[in-house]
């Protein structure tokens, strides 16, 4: 039971640090997405290396393919991501993101054969109407960054599901630094295309602190697992968006409407009924 309890703190500490990446991520509105993206993932990479050579494991993978498919699923994810957080309020942009698990039920079915039972049917009814809800459908360019913040769920998702198989094949580790380095490289043409702007101090300070809150919250994740099943974590990273809320309201007094509200009740509810589905059958 104690173990338990500290794994509900790093994730809940997790979801903090996440919450204030994507703030970081918002308050950068000045630095284009590559840039963020390559300062988010500079660090990661130093961590990941590290933790690889100190365990004496060769840094090579095994499953290249499917390494390769996760990195780039996982970026198209970061890019979506944080250019929704710079056009739709923090808890918005949060509550679509947050949609990614139930993508990982779709995509675990079409793609692993895992099958999914009417109770999780239950919960992506409940979460499409909870996106209707956040995106307020409307015939006006200024919803394209909201369905957006919607493609980062469906590729962290189908990331997501990439790292199902790999758990077979390849350490979390060797995952991590395969989607930095990846990460990195790839954003450094697009900033070298006109991509990059000189950051001022603050700038370079709040860039500095992208990397460390994500890195940060990536290291608090993974050891949260190691002390309970992660089926009994998932429900608290839901706390992102609460802890999202929060941030937005106190930095950029962003109230979020009673449609957002209603919407961020209805994912957090279907994602409480997938979390009890998965335990049932656990």
Same mark, same amino acid.
């Given at each position: 039971?104690?173990?338990?309890?500290?794994?509900?703190?790093?994730?809940?500490?997790?979801?903090?640090?996440?919450?204030?990446?994507?703030?970081?991520?918002?308050?950068?509105?000045?630095?284009?997405?590559?840039?963020?993206?390559?300062? !988010?993932?500079?660090?990661?990479?130093? #961590?990941?290396?590290?933790?690889?050579?100190?365990?004496g494991r060769k840094i090579s993978g095994n499953n290249k393919k499917l390494l390769f498919l996760r990195s780039v699923f996982g970026l198209l994810g970061v890019a979506c991501y944080f250019f929704a957080l710079s056009k739709i309020p923090l808890a918005?942009?949060?509550?679509?993101?947050?949609?990614?698990?139930?993508?990982?039920?779709?995509?675990?079915?079409?793609?692993l054969k895992e099958k999914f039972n009417k109770t999780q049917v239950i919960s992506l009814i409940a979460a499409l109407i909870g996106v209707a809800f956040v995106i307020k459908p409307q015939f006006s360019y200024t919803i394209i960054p909201a369905f957006i913040g919607l493609l980062s769920a469906f590729f962290a998702g189908?990331?997501?599901?990439?790292? !199902?198989?790999?758990?077979?094949?390849?350490?979390?580790?060797?995952? #991590?630094?395969?989607?930095?380095?990846?990460s990195t490289l790839t954003m450094i043409p697009v900033m070298a295309s006109g991509y990059f702007v000189l950051p001022t101090l603050n700038d370079m300070i709040k860039l500095i602190l992208l990397g460390v809150f994500a890195t940060t919250a990536q290291f608090l994740m993974t050891n949260a697992y190691r002390f309970a099943p992660a089926g009994e974590l998932s429900i608290y990273t839901y706390m992102?968006?609460?802890?999202?809320?929060?941030?937005?309201?106190?930095?950029?007094?962003?109230?979020?409407?009673?449609?957002?509200?209603?919407?961020?009740?209805?994912?957090?509810?279907?994602?409480?009924?997938?979390?009890?589905?998965?335990?049932? !059958?656990?």
């Open positions: 039971m104690e173990r338990r309890k500290i794994g509900i703190i790093l994730i809940l500490l997790s979801s903090l640090f996440f919450a204030l990446m994507a703030a970081t991520v918002k308050s950068l509105n000045n630095v284009p997405v590559a840039e963020k993206i390559f300062f !988010r993932n500079l660090l990661g990479i130093i #961590v990941s290396t590290y933790i690889i050579l100190k365990k918005d942009a949060v509550i679509l993101n947050k949609l990614s698990p139930f993508f990982v039920i779709v995509l675990s079915a079409i793609f189908a990331a997501y599901t990439a790292i !199902r198989h790999l758990r077979h094949t390849d350490s979390p580790e060797i995952i #991590v630094f395969y989607f930095t380095l990846f992102n968006i609460v802890f999202s809320m929060i941030l937005g309201i106190v930095i950029w007094f962003e109230i979020p409407d009673i449609f957002s509200l209603i919407g961020a009740f209805l994912i957090i509810t279907a994602g409480v009924i997938n979390y009890f589905s998965n335990k049932g !059958r656990g």
